[in-house]
T-cell receptor
């Protein structure tokens, strides 16, 4: 079974600074997708960024980018120019052939003004 | 973007009663919907996968007779918590996969269930 590990229960960053959230996963599949979701206090899950495993190029969405290391099974999220609105729980997720999303335990990000 | 709604957003029920939660895809057809449960300060745990017109597939450890799932149309799935007990109190989230998309699940805003 696939597993997703987020080793940082909590992280903090100063406003306008950069922070990186870590995620590793375990799978025997070769074709899969990886995601980062944001869950603010409203509890609404928001897709931040996704990465297809077959793509070597790291995905980027404005201030959010990933460092996808397929051989190492690592998928970290970098948030640049952090804003107060970035404060939330961040979940790394894996989706393989079963279409089910497997989530990590999450990282709580605090942004300090 | 695609929108998924859930109703109700909050519900309080007495122990022993049943409660139904609806999940609707508002602007797309969802052949597959997923139901998750989230305890405070924890991650989302998949409970079941709901396919339109067929029986739901439950994850290991999830009681099928307690958590009844019906996916009667391409835009609606329901989760009924039967004979609810206080330990069923949780945050329930649904997601829907767009028939036309290969990778994206759209999440509903969740339902807070409190069983007294």
């Amino acid at each position: 079974a696939q597993t997703v590990t987020q080793s940082q229960p909590e992280m903090s960053v100063q406003e306008a600074e950069t922070v990186t959230l870590s995620c590793t996963y375990d799978t025997s599949e070769s074709d899969y997708y990886l995601f980062w979701y944001k869950q603010p206090p409203s509890r609404q899950m928001i897709l931040v960024i996704r990465q297809e495993a077959y793509k070597q190029q790291n995905a980027t969405e404005n201030r959010f980018s990933v460092n996808f290391q397929k051989a190492a099974k690592s998928f970290s999220l970098k948030i640049s120019d952090s804003q107060l609105g970035d404060a939330a729980m961040y979940f790394c997720a894996y989706r393989g052939g079963s279409e089910k999303l497997v989530f990590g335990k999450g990282t709580k990000l605090t942004v300090n003004p | 973007g695609a929108v998924v709604s859930q109703h109700p957003s909050r519900v309080i029920c007495k122990s022993g009663t049943s409660v139904k939660i609806e999940c609707r895809s508002l602007d797309f057809q969802a052949t597959t919907m997923f139901w998750y449960r989230q305890f405070p300060k924890q991650s989302l745990m998949l409970m079941a996968t709901s396919n339109e017109g067929s029986k739901a597939t439950y994850e290991q450890g999830v009681e099928k007779d307690k958590f009844l799932i019906n996916h009667a149309s391409l835009t609606l799935s329901t989760l009924t918590v039967t004979s609810a007990h206080p330990e069923d109190s949780s945050f329930y989230i649904c997601s829907a996969r767009d028939w036309g998309q290969t990778y994206e699940q759209y999440f509903g805003p969740g339902t807070r269930l409190t069983v007294t």
